[in-house]
């Protein structure tokens, strides 16, 4: 790229859009009075044809015309010989005889310089046609010159031969009104390049404005980190910008968004830790205080405070699991997703499910079903919807398990969920006032909500009847494995 190539491209977008609306209308201007030029000298050199080919007829047509034209061929002179006559025609009017001589006629304002191409109208004779063409005078005035062929007869012999008779006006009335025309287109183009630089910049600034309120408001964010900030766009606009503002506009209030939940989730996440956290202090400064004091606790009461150590690390050791679940992006996800047999996952889920609650009888129908999802967040999400089903189910109760036609259903027979309480069952960190004494992080539900619209598909819970609650995973596959890809 050219050094001035790279120079236009670090200018403004205003300046860059000015020159080039300036260079269109300079290109269109010039094209314009150049066509409008020619086309004026066309017509004026039209117009000075017509009128010598009026006076060539007239010259070459009087008898008294030939006789004068006989008589300067025999008084062959190159000075105009100034008549009597009152009216002296703007012309120059001259023979030249077969050598190419020029002899001036009477009233000729005067002498026509002659051409190779005059001599050429001369020898070609009858067979010859006269032609037009641009010229000098003896003093060098531009002239038009036309030449055509003149038979000639020597009177005291009678021979015949040829010469030519040359009829030219001057072109300065012609050139004068070409020069002044030229002026004029010139200067019109200058104060149209100009008006269009202006008109140019003009337009860049009014259609640049709603460019420059986006940068102002990008810089504000930058320097402020607020993301309140919005671009007003009216409603019934389409062009580029407003699609830029609108997106703008869209990104910011997603950016917030996000923002928020990350610092809910933050806020909840400390409030969730606090808990657990706090237990443990306790637990351990009474551990080490008897062993600072020499005074031992109770084997009863230090096994006690033991296991609520290990059940507070536990509790921990989950709640951070589910923390880190819930901090994956989707893109991160969706690089792991590969076909899946969701009934080997559920088989998974229900062995880990009876392993906790071996006191319970867990009925299950699984067909088979194949879906696209990240295998370990999946089975994750069924460990999920498996151990609620445990947390709530009654003593030696019952839990229902079928997965049929991509739809998989667990059922328990616990105390269920109250109807004021179910919007909330998948919010991040909520739990039932009447579950609040059970472990959990109020997290579970929530990861199981986000893994299965990952998956593309979507998960209820309801009431049961007859008590207890349903939950309902519905996922798109096939019954069938898809063939691999090569």
Known sequence: MSKVGRRFRTL??????????????????????????????????????????????????????????????????????????????????????????????EDSLGMIKVTQADKDVIKNG?????????????????????????????????AHSYGAVMVAVSLKGTESTLNDLALILLLVSGIGVIGAGAAGLAVAR?????????????????????????????????????????????????????????????????????TP???????????????????????????????????????????????????RSEGQQGERVQVVALEETVEAALHRARLRGPELTIKSVIDPWFVRAEPAALERAVVNILDNAVKFSPDGGTIEVQLSGGVLTVRDHGPGIPVD??????????????????????????????????AGGEVTLARAEGGGTVATVRLPGAPTAPPETP
């Not at 030249?96 to 001589?101: F, K, L, M």
């Not at 671009?231 to 917030?256: G, H, K, Q, W, Y």
């Not at 290990?310 to 679940?325: F, H, P, R, Y």
């Open 421 to 454: 309480e179910l919007p909330h069952v998948f919010d991040r960190f909520w739990r039932s006032p009447s579950a609040r004494a059970l472990p959990g992080s109020g997290l579970g539900l929530s990861i199981v909500a986000r893994t299965v619209q990952q």
């Open 12 to 105: 403004p977008i205003r300046a860059r859009l000015s020159m080039l609306v300036a260079a269109a209308v300079a290109f269109a201007v010039a094209a314009v009075s150049v066509t409008c030029w020619f086309i004026v000298q066309g017509k004026l050199y039209e117009q000075v044809n017509d009128d010598l080919q009026k006076s060539s007829r007239m010259k070459g047509g009087q008898g008294g015309q030939i006789v004068q034209m006989q008589d300067a061929l025999i008084n062959c002179t190159q000075t105009p010989q100034t008549s009597d006559i009152p009216f002296r025609p703007n012309l120059y009017t001259q023979v030249v005889q077969a050598n190419g001589t020029p002899c001036v006629l």
């Open 126 to 158: 009858d067979s010859g046609k006269g032609i037009i063409r641009n010229g000098t005078d003896a003093d060098g005035t531009s002239v038009r010159v036309m030449t055509t062929p003149l038979p000639l007869e020597n009177r005291a012999t009678g």
């Open 277 to 327: 956290l706090t237990s443990l202090r306790t637990n351990i400064e009474l551990l080490t205080r008897s062993e600072e004091t020499g005074r031992p606790i109770p084997e009863a009461d230090r096994k006690a405070l033991l296991a609520s150590v290990k059940a507070q690390m536990t509790e921990l050791a989950s709640l951070i699991g589910d923390l880190q679940e819930l901090s």
């Open 206 to 274: 009014t259609g640049l404005r709603p460019v420059d309120k986006l940068t102002e408001a990008v810089e504000h964010v930058a320097r402020t980190e607020d993301l309140g900030i919005r671009i007003p766009v009216e409603e019934d606009s389409d062009d580029e910008i407003a699609r830029l503002s609108r997106s703008f506009n869209s990104m910011t209030a997603s950016l917030a968004n996000s923002r928020e939940l990350q610092q809910q989730l933050i806020a909840d996440a400390g409030h969730e830790l606090r």
